[in-house]
């Protein structure tokens, strides 16, 4: 397999919070010792709940934050250290799609401008062929009569379009990976499995590798090569197969937690009644961070705390002191 | 589920919701026929842009704050017109023993100076006559699933996660006894885990008072969970009802079918025009 084009080397990333009560702050680590490879055409989703970093890690991936500690590397070097001409490939090779189309895109920019900008702040074509060229990009994420497309501004755009667009000005610099936040939530079902066939269609044409962060284990099981669950600031499992064989108690929660899509197999109305109380988790210093929400716990979890290590013969990498006896 | 009672709880007829947006004529709600029966919980599934938010909210009576165009037809709550009654008459129903609402965004509704319990209180009693009732306050709670009720009547909204403001509005919209509650989109913007917990506690509420539900939701996989009949809602019209089963199984129109199958395998019925 060719080496990674993007790597977290022992990364962590901590934000000072405001205590709610007004005195102090806190310290939180939103990444903590975060290892991970992203590779050309490989698309890897990031999944886990609110608060659970994952998003962290794609501001990491885009240079938007530094990490606190640690390294992240595009082709074997420091992002830190990337000098001019090195940096300008980082650019070019790494893009990005965001979570809400309507604030990523300029309102006050039609369509062209906002794709022209990159065309000739990268220089990729002759002003002569620029429009030729941006009618081929949007024809190429599905927005047909192109041309229609041109002068209109992001407010006479539905969400699916302007996300297209979106994608458009990510893929027009062919890059080798795209970072996207939670590309998805923002839309509607029905246009979510359009955005959704795009990008599979993108990779099989292009080659080009995604970072997809998203709460939608669903949609991440239609799509992901390799899913990582992160849960607090670390991955607790990664893994090709995490959706059918979850080696990780966070990872079987999760996938516990998904609604049925059969409605003879519905959960709620066969159980009903049983009074669910609303668990306030706490942060627990030392061991496993999953512990307190874990119905497995044992004496060790609460000493020691578990690191990513390869389950069984398979490819699952989990952070659980008992992942073996569970996927067994 | 009960079986052709006489009459149902609530009954819209040909219900016209038409609104201008920068001149536009928007048909959100066009021509409605909707019924609730007493003790049911129904889904009114669609979209963005269905209509489904503006039918629930043109049903309470609270309409867009935009210039209204046409609003006709007929909402019936156990038999009275509700666009026939007075203020007076409407409030004593939000009150007691009629309807009431919860939203997707619990920060939205809730006061931030108040403590919850105080939001609770007034909602027991809104003309402010009397003490506030404590001890309902926290059987309230204690009904919605917090452990420790006195804690929480004690905090702020804002030091409550999603799930639990979530639970604090249910609380108050129970103040008034409802035999109907709408919940728009209740879960939407909370996490997995904590969505089916929030499910499980309307589910068990809805149970235990022989309450009347009706979930308005774009996720299928909250009907299939919660509702025995759904309506499909497109462009301010019924697609479909049926009951839940049969939506699955042998959905009627080509629109249910796709928003079926997407909700079993996400990338089928892709491809289609925006």
Redesign the interface.
């Given at each position: 397999m060719m080496p990674p084009i993007l790597r977290l080397n022992n990364v962590s990333r901590s934000y000072k919070t405001r205590n709610p009560d007004g005195w102090g702050s806190t310290v939180l680590r939103a990444a903590a010792d975060v290892t991970l490879d992203v590779y050309e055409g490989q698309t890897l989703a990031i999944v886990g709940e609110s608060g659970s970093g994952k998003s962290t890690l794609a501001k990491l991936l885009l240079m938007l934050h530094p990490p606190s500690s640690g390294d992240v590397e595009f082709r074997g070097a420091s992002l830190a250290k990337l000098d001019k001409r090195r940096r300008s490939e980082y650019r070019r090779q790494v893009q990005a799609v965001f979570q809400d189309p309507s604030s990523s895109l300029n309102p006050q920019m039609t369509v062209e401008q906002t794709l022209g900008y990159v065309v000739r702040r990268h220089d990729l074509v002759s002003d002569a062929d620029q429009r030729g060229f941006l009618l081929r990009q949007l024809e190429s994420v599905g927005l047909e009569p192109a041309d229609h497309y041109l002068t209109r501004y992001p407010h006479q755009l539905s969400g699916g379009q302007q996300q297209r667009i979106a994608i458009a000005r990510a893929m027009m610099l062919e890059p080798k990976v795209i970072i996207a936040d939670e590309p998805l939530s923002s839309l509607d079902v029905s246009i979510q499995a359009q955005v959704l066939q795009l990008m599979l269609d993108l990779r099989t044409r292009t080659n080009v590798g995604f970072v997809i962060i998203s709460h939608d284990l669903a949609a991440m099981q239609s799509i992901a090569d390799v899913t990582a669950v992160m849960y607090r600031g670390r991955i607790v499992e990664i893994g090709k197969d995490v959706y059918d064989k979850p080696a990780h108690p966070y990872t079987r929660l999760l996938l516990d937690a998904r609604l049925a899509s059969n409605p003879r197999h519905g959960r709620i109305r066969a159980a009903a009644a049983t009074k669910t109380p609303t668990v306030r988790s706490v942060r627990l210093e030392g061991g496993c961070s999953f512990r307190d929400r874990c119905p497995y716990a044992v004496e060790i979890c609460a000493t020691s705390e578990p690191v990513l290590r390869p389950v069984g013969a398979g490819e699952t990498k989990a952070a659980c002191h008992r992942a073996d006896e569970f996927s067994a | 589920m009960s079986t052709a009672p006489s009459a149902p709880l609530l009954r819209v007829s040909d219900l016209k919701v038409h609104f201008r947006v920068a001149d536009r004529l928007v048909r959100a709600v066009d021509g409605v026929e909707f019924e609730i029966n007493a003790g049911e919980c129904v889904g009114v599934v669609g979209?963005?842009g269905s209509g489904k938010s503006t039918l629930v909210r043109a049903i309470s009576r609270l309409m867009p704050n935009l210039p209204l165009d046409e609003v006709s037809g007929n909402v019936a709550f156990e038999g009275r017109d509700i666009f026939a009654m007075n203020d007076r008459e409407l409030r004593a129903l939000r009150r007691s023993r009629g309807f009431s609402m919860i939203f997707q965004d619990p920060l939205g509704y809730l006061n931030p100076t108040q403590r919850v319990g105080r939001q609770i209180a007034e909602a027991l009693s809104p003309d402010g006559r009397g003490r506030p009732d404590r001890v309902r306050v926290q059987e309230l709670l204690d009904e919605v699933?917090?452990?420790d009720p006195a804690r929480v009547a004690r905090r702020f909204p804002?030091?409550l996660?999603g799930?639990?403001r979530q639970?604090v509005m249910i609380a108050i919209a129970l103040a008034s006894d409802p035999k109907l509650l709408f919940a728009d989109e209740p879960t939407t913007a909370l996490?997995?885990?904590v969505?089916?917990?929030v499910?499980?506690?309307l589910?068990?509420l809805h149970?235990?008072r022989n309450m009347a539900v009706a979930i308005i939701t774009?996720?299928?996989?909250?009907?299939?969970?919660?509702?025995d009949r759904v309506y499909v809602m497109q462009t301010g019209k019924i697609l479909e009802t049926a009951s839940?089963?049969d939506l699955?199984e042998k959905p009627q129109h080509p629109y249910s079918a796709?928003?079926v199958s997407?909700?079993?395998?996400?990338?089928?019925?892709?491809?289609?025009p925006?």
């Open positions: - | 979209e963005s699933g917090f452990p804002h030091e996660s799930g639990m639970r996490d997995a885990t969505q089916l917990q499910l499980e506690t589910y068990r149970k235990e774009h996720d299928l996989g909250v009907v299939a969970e919660m509702c839940t089963v699955f796709r928003l997407l909700s079993t395998h996400r990338l089928h019925g892709a491809g289609g925006e």
